[in-house]
């Protein structure tokens, strides 16, 4: 599936979703206790599978009284020659809160897309919640359940991962209720089960912002 993750990020260039050094994926099986997330400061359109940062997700036991169940930290892991040049993706806090429990994903595949869609990023920018596009537009919700909107936060920082999982509702199993989320002057987050179907949720969402910006009526 990293070949798969690489083109989807060839797609999103393609689009203009992304310039090339942006956009970051993370793919967990759910019986592995690792994940692979794509590196930092790499060209997207170009990425190749062995390029891919491969990271340890280690879950220990909180002694602490009244606290969570555990506590947990990641590692880089060896992986390839060209890996073991590069860093992580600066958004990985986003990705490791996401992947160290796979909640309803348990049994299967945990992919995590993040992008910058232009008329996602343009609808909120306008002042749009997307998660209100689907009273208009019942259609989405069918297939997409989207998350109310992230305000200012900074990129690659610990806030912006804490607000994306608090707005998804990602819960300590690491269950979540959304299938997206928008952060605003930034991009979008989202979450399925293989590459293409959390793509599908970006694709979704871009196409009716596109029409209400369309429409001038909002
Ligand atoms: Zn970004």
């Known amino acids: 599936m990293l070949e798969t993750i690489c083109e989807v990020l060839e797609d999103a260039y393609k689009r203009n979703w992304i310039t090339s050094r942006d956009g970051n994926v993370s793919i967990r099986h759910h019986d592995r206790d690792h994940f692979y997330i794509t590196p930092s400061g790499v060209r997207k359109q170009t990425l ?26 990641w ?74 909107n992230v305000g200012d936060v900074p990129p690659i920082s610990q806030e912006l991962a804490d607000q994306c999982h608090k707005n998804l509702q990602l819960d300590r199993n690491g269950n979540i209720a959304y299938d997206i989320v928008g952060i605003k002057g930034h991009g979008v987050v ?25 429409s001038g009526n909002y």
């Open 75 to 148: 590692e880089d892991m060896e992986y390839t020659d060209i890996s073991a040049k590069l860093r992580p993706s600066g958004e990985i806090p986003l990705h490791f809160g996401l992947q160290r429990e796979m909640g309803q994903h348990s049994d299967d595949v945990r992919v995590v897309v993040h992008v910058h869609p232009t008329y996602c990023v343009a609808a909120m920018h306008a002042g749009i919640d997307l998660s209100t596009v689907v009273n208009s537009f019942p259609e989405l919700s069918r297939y997409t359940k989207v998350a109310p």
């Open 190 to 214: 989202a979450i399925d089960t293989s590459p293409w179907r959390a793509y599908e949720h970006i694709e979704r969402l871009e196409h009716i912002c596109k029409i209400v910006l369309a």
């Open 48 to 73: 190749q599978p062995d390029q891919f940062k491969k990271i340890k997700i280690w879950r220990t036991i909180n002694s602490g009284v009244g606290s969570a169940a555990f506590n947990y930290a």
